[in-house]
């Protein structure tokens, strides 16, 4: 009886010996999930990795195996398809600058800055002397602004043949504009923008109208004018001009790829005409009938290639003369100024006080501060004395915008942008 009794002894105990065992290999074996197959046991050097996270990762090794089976299966999930997004191209942005007109592109590019949400890459044309001043004011701005574009300063560049002759047409240097399609010869797409112009709205919004372009279009601007009976083109102008009333290219997208690649008709030959071999015969043609330089001769281009140039709002590119003889632009009405252009010189003087009342609160504005109290307040009490003019009695659509806009621009502000 007795040896029975130690035979049971020794049973039970080499049963829970190996027991121990089964669960011991169990709990520390590192296994992989391998699609619907089951966990297998690691290779050995799985198992020397294993053994660094013993001694080194987590204590709980169960929570350590889940996280891994969690991860490969998002990896195996993810095959077929970019896990991580790639870099999103910059928006880009041209101007040119001649003249006194430094600050006045500065603030440009200020309320560029401010409002919108991707980068930036500014091309900024200017004369020789002004280099410096536009890099010592950029290059002022605090860091969490500086972060957020970057730029390049060129000189002003004409073909040699016909430098002075482009050079004085309509405004000093104006006309560099045409030749950016063969100066960026690297750069596919680019909004261009008149140093009077002030963003009211992000530029993200602008360059989406580029994924609405057809298969034919190549450009975009707002028309000159939505009233015909006080437009100037079409009572006034001695060429062709696009449309009802002409096209105002203050603000003007550009797929400039497809602009060097386009043969565009016109009126001098049978054939079409590359972008640089239509511009100096067109001037050469129309200079004794241009009043408005450049903004014509793309408006003689236009008539002939109306398929390639699409028409946005004019809330786009609003101006005096959508107000000063009372509200004409329906869009900006609906939904205010996307985009303000102060053209002839609103902006400096006192004959539209609510277009320069705008300018001097976006240049005024010290980044990282309160853009509601710092900037809309104020902007909304000086405009209180503007209603003494038909632009001013519509000085609602002027913040409407802005109101929306401003409270992001404080939230990115507390969140480090």
């Given amino acids: 009886m007795r040896r029975y009794s130690r035979a049971l002894l ?16 169990l709990l520390y074996s590192d296994v992989s999930l391998v699609g619907n197959n089951g966990p297998r046991r690691a290779s050995g050097a799985a198992a020397e990795r294993r053994g660094a996270a013993e001694n080194s990762g987590p204590r709980n090794i169960h929570w350590y ?9 998002q990896v195996e999930a993810g095959r077929g398809r970019h896990v991580q997004p790639e870099p999103q191209s910059p928006m880009h942005l041209a101007v040119v600058a001649c003249g006194e007109r430094l600050e006045e592109t500065v603030t440009m590019i200020k309320s560029a800055v401010l409002f919108s949400v991707k980068e930036l890459y500014l091309h900024i044309f200017a004369e020789d002397q002004l280099h410096a001043s536009f890099m010592e004011a950029l290059e002022s701005w605090p860091d969490f602004i500086r972060s957020r574009f970057k730029y390049t300063v060129y000189s002003i560049s004409f073909p040699s043949d016909n430098a002075v002759e482009w050079k004085k047409l309509f405004k000093p240097c104006a006309s560099q504009r ?51 009976r006080i437009a100037w083109y079409n009572r006034f ?8 009333t002409g096209v105002n290219s203050g603000v003007m997208l550009m797929n400039m790829t497809r602009m060097r690649s386009m043969f565009f008709k016109n009126d001098m030959t049978s054939v079409g005409l590359r972008w640089e071999e239509l511009l100096m015969p067109l001037l050469q043609k129309y200079k004794l009938n241009i009043t408005w330089g450049d903004q014509d001769l793309l408006n003689i281009i236009f008539h002939h290639n109306p398929e390639t140039l699409l028409e946005f709002p004019c809330k786009w590119n609003y101006r005096p003369d959508h107000c000063i003889y009372g509200s004409n632009c329906a869009s900006a009405e609906e939904d205010g100024i996307y985009i303000l252009h102060g053209n002839r010189g609103v902006y400096h003087d006192h004959k539209q006080p609510a277009f320069r009342a705008v300018y001097e609160a976006i240049r005024t504005y010290s980044f990282g501060a ?32 802005l109101i929306h806009n401003l409270v992001n621009t404080n939230r990115n502000l507390r969140e480090g942008w």
């Fill in 10 to 25: 020794l049973c039970t105990v080499f049963a829970v010996c190996s027991g121990l065992y089964v669960y011991n290999k």
């Fill in 65 to 73: 195996n889940r996280y891994i089976m969690r991860q490969r299966g």
């Fill in 178 to 228: 045409l030749f950016l399609p063969l100066i960026l010869k690297d750069v596919d797409s680019l909004v261009y923008v008149d140093s009077d112009i002030l963003f009211l709205q992000p530029v993200d919004s602008l360059w989406t109208f580029l994924s609405e372009f057809n298969s034919s279009q190549l450009a975009a601007m707002a028309p000159e004018h939505e009233e015909p």
């Fill in 237 to 244: 102008a001695r060429h062709p001009f696009y449309g009802r």
């Fill in 370 to 401: 309160d853009s509601v109290t710092s900037l809309l307040d104020p902007l909304e009490e000086e405009l209180l004395n503007t209603t003494h003019t038909y632009c001013g009695k519509s000085s609602a659509l002027f913040t409407k915008r």
